[in-house]
């Protein structure tokens, strides 16, 4: 059966929204074969530095290197920085029930009697009848009465509090620098893998600022990552459009947003992202809680595929599955069923970039062109730039990237449509007939990035 041309659905052999999972215990037991499987069906990984130590990390990162090696397909690796939040100290499960009154003390850890936070932000940022978030909103605690170093609250519904529980205060953001001195030394740790690191992803930026502070501090430890910028608190929406204009990469932190906009308005500020980051042309993600019941169901919900199929029909570069393949019992399970649903996407991407110059109208001439011709887009490029001004046009199929740098395919690997090749070459002439014999089988529009003077062209009808 045929499908409609434009916005709608085309008949695709790959997704042009990239899938992203994170790493984590359930991934680390995964037999050689599952993992294998794992890794075909995504097109990046994530390690979120609050779980996992530098020997994890290193472990996590060579595994995903090695399956690149074997197959010849680059992934992007994306570290995840735990930001300057503020979470429970050490502590045995606290199992709160609604109507209990809470104690919250300033400490590192506790007997289990009162939860412990080892931050004097918090008992500087909240007042009496603020409402205090947990366990991603699902516990919520009104506080009732607060001191220098202690607070207490009632708790409006029930949950089991663990150590290292993000802690948000409705409508309040803590006054507290970023980078935070736990992420400082989570980047030092790692530094000797740098170069292994496509992607450093931002928590609880609310700056350009604060974005300014980690590029420095990357560069200063010798890192040449990308910066995704995560979009997750109110501080962060009102800053909105500097944010993504100073971003590589901008995500919708969903789990947190969630804690401060509550549930209702989440998808408003959601769509209010994604409109952002097309108007710039700036790759953009979606992040939590996707395929949530997978952590312990082998098959998602109906509502859970919708959203899935409705988000990525906006436009989005990624999808990134979180708990449901880090700790989750199926996270071989949540990638498949990922990719099933996104190879099915009906596309309505709602906003078109700004036009910011000649080599802007240059990509988008590319593919308008090829979607007039039913072809694919052949690429090759030295440092991704035009094959990333590509795809924020929003091309309808497939564009295949040559490049000789595999730091390079790495990074475009989670980028809109593209389908990343490492294709040593002295030059974009010889570059581009090595990734033309090896593509060009079907109808192409194929070119090289772009370098001033006369600009070639090829196309096969």
């Known amino acids: 059966m045929s499908a409609p041309r434009g916005d709608h659905a085309i008949l695709r052999a790959r997704s042009?929204?990239?899938?992203?999972?994170?790493?984590?215990?359930?991934?680390?037991?995964?037999?050689?074969?599952?993992?294998?499987?794992?890794?075909?069906?995504?097109?990046?990984?994530?390690?979120?530095?609050?779980?996992?130590?530098?020997?994890?990390?290193?472990?996590?990162?060579?595994?995903?290197?090695?399956?690149?090696?074997?197959?010849?397909?680059p992934l992007a690796v994306i570290v995840d920085l735990k930001g300057?939040?503020?979470?429970?100290?050490?502590?045995?499960?606290?199992?709160?029930?609604?109507?209990?009154?809470?104690?919250?003390?300033?400490?590192?850890?506790?007997?289990?009697?009162?939860?412990?936070?080892?931050?004097?932000?918090?008992?500087?940022?909240?007042?009496?009848?603020?409402?205090?978030?947990?366990?991603?909103?699902?516990?919520?605690?009104?506080?009732?009465?607060?001191?220098?170093?202690?607070?207490?609250?009632?708790?409006?519904?029930?949950?089991?509090?663990?150590?290292?529980?993000?802690?948000?205060?409705?409508?309040?953001?803590?006054?507290?620098?970023?980078?935070?001195?736990?992420?400082?030394?989570?980047?030092?740790?790692?530094s000797p893998i740098r170069d292994n690191i496509d992607y450093v992803a931002i928590s609880l930026a609310k700056s350009c600022k604060d974005v300014d502070s980690v590029r420095s501090l990357l560069m200063e430890l010798g890192f040449q990552s990308q910066v995704a910028v995560k979009i997750e608190t109110k501080g962060a929406v009102n800053n909105l459009e500097e944010l993504v204009q100073c971003s590589d990469y901008v995500v919708v932190a969903r789990g947190d947003l969630g804690l401060h906009y509550g549930l209702d308005a989440l998808p408003i500020v959601q769509r209010r992202i994604v409109h952002t980051s097309l108007k710039y042309g700036k790759p953009i993600a979606v992040a939590t809680q996707l395929l949530d019941s997978m952590q312990s169901s082998p098959i998602p919900t109906r509502a859970e595929i919708n959203d899935v199929f409705t988000t990525a029909s906006?436009?989005?570069?990624?999808?990134?599955?979180?708990?449901?393949?880090?700790?989750?019992k199926y996270p071989l399970a949540a990638v498949s069923w990922l990719s099933r649903i996104l190879m099915n996407v009906e596309y309505q991407i709602p906003q078109s970039p700004l036009l910011q110059n000649s080599r802007d109208r240059f990509a988008k001439g590319l593919v308008e062109l090829a979607q007039d011709l039913g072809a694919n887009i052949l690429v090759f490029s030295m440092s991704g730039t035009l094959a990333r001004r590509i795809a924020k046009f929003r091309p309808r199929s497939v564009v295949y990237v040559g490049t000789p740098n595999v730091r390079v395919a790495r990074s475009l690997s989670i980028v809109w449509a593209l389908e990343p090749l490492y294709i040593p070459a002295e030059n974009y002439e010889e570059g581009l007939e090595k990734l033309?014999?090896?593509?060009?089988?079907?109808?192409?529009?194929?070119?090289?990035?772009?370098?001033?003077?006369?600009h070639s062209v090829k196309v096969k009808l």
């Open 16 to 73: 042009l929204t990239k899938r992203v999972a994170t790493l984590g215990p359930s991934t680390d037991v995964l037999r050689p074969d599952e993992l294998i499987k794992f890794l075909d069906l995504i097109d990046g990984v994530r390690i979120n530095l609050a779980h996992a130590s530098p020997n994890e990390v290193k472990f996590r990162i060579e595994a995903v290197r090695s399956y690149e090696k074997a197959k010849n397909r």
């Open 314 to 328: 906006m436009g989005v570069d990624s999808l990134w599955l979180t708990n449901e393949t880090a700790s989750g």
């Open 84 to 190: 300057p939040s503020i979470r429970v100290g050490s502590t045995s499960p606290i199992n709160v029930q609604e109507g209990e009154v809470v104690k919250f003390k300033l400490s590192d850890k506790s007997d289990g009697t009162y939860i412990p936070v080892p931050n004097k932000a918090f008992f500087s940022a909240v007042e009496q009848n603020d409402v205090i978030l947990m366990l991603d909103g699902r516990l919520r605690l009104k506080v009732t009465n607060t001191g220098p170093d202690w607070i207490e609250a009632v708790a409006e519904s029930s949950g089991v509090i663990t150590g290292g529980k993000a802690i948000v205060v409705e409508g309040k953001d803590y006054d507290i620098s970023t980078p935070a001195e736990e992420d400082v030394e989570a980047l030092k740790a790692i």
């Open 436 to 454: 033309i014999s090896l593509k060009g089988t079907t109808p192409f529009v194929a070119t090289y990035g772009i370098r001033g003077g006369v």
